[in-house]
């Protein structure tokens, strides 16, 4: 599939079915995380796959999953972070996002929803996972089949700004 054209089918799914992801799957999903770019190729991810069903129960306490049966905990590793000089920002949380980004775009390729969370209990899932200080969990990359199927790639037609309210030449303009 053309990128672009793989890019707009990618969309948020809150609704999975029972059916597992078969491993040869997830480990095409897992594969493109690993080839992702990072800042210097540090690769601070470290990911924990969720499948069985006490654990799956362990990440709810900390966020909905939607019925999914494949959960991903995309954690940042910061005792090699990148910082930049100038004003101390980390590029590690840039990094996860990218590698999650690649993991979406594989699922999608291969017919699996996904949805990517930043909004939950990090000590909830440190603690059940037994998880290090050194290790920070930045993301729940949530994955499955969706019950009511994909939406609809011309949705970016209508739900996204035009392409001049976000982007500028040479210099920023409101």
């Not at 499948?51 to 362990?58: C, G, N, R, V």
């Not at 990218?98 to 699996?112: G, K, Q």
């Not at 009511?148 to 030449?169: C, D, Q």
Request: hydrophobic share 40%; with cysteine; net charge neutral.
């Amino acid at each position: 599939m053309d990128f672009l054209d793989l890019a707009k089918y990618r969309c948020t799914i809150r609704d999975f079915s029972d059916r597992k992801i078969e491993k040869h799957k997830l480990d095409r999903i897992l594969a493109a995380g690993r080839v992702a770019p990072s800042a210097c190729n540090k690769q601070p991810q470290r990911i924990i796959v969720v499948q069985e069903a006490d654990s799956i129960l362990k990440v709810q306490k900390a966020y909905k999953t939607f019925g999914s049966q494949c959960i991903l905990i995309v954690c940042r590793d910061e005792r090699d972070a990148l910082i930049r000089p100038f004003d101390g920002k980390c590029s590690g949380d840039l990094d996860i996002g990218i590698v999650c980004d690649h993991m979406m775009l594989a699922a999608r390729e291969l017919n699996i929803g996904s949805v990517m969370v930043g909004l939950f209990d990090p000590a909830i899932i440190r603690k059940g996972f037994d998880i290090p200080e050194y290790i920070q969990p930045s993301a729940l990359l949530i994955l499955g089949y969706p019950e009511k199927g994909f939406l609809s790639a011309n949705r970016h037609i209508t739900e996204r700004k035009p392409i001049g309210e976000t982007v500028m030449y040479e210099n920023y303009s409101e």
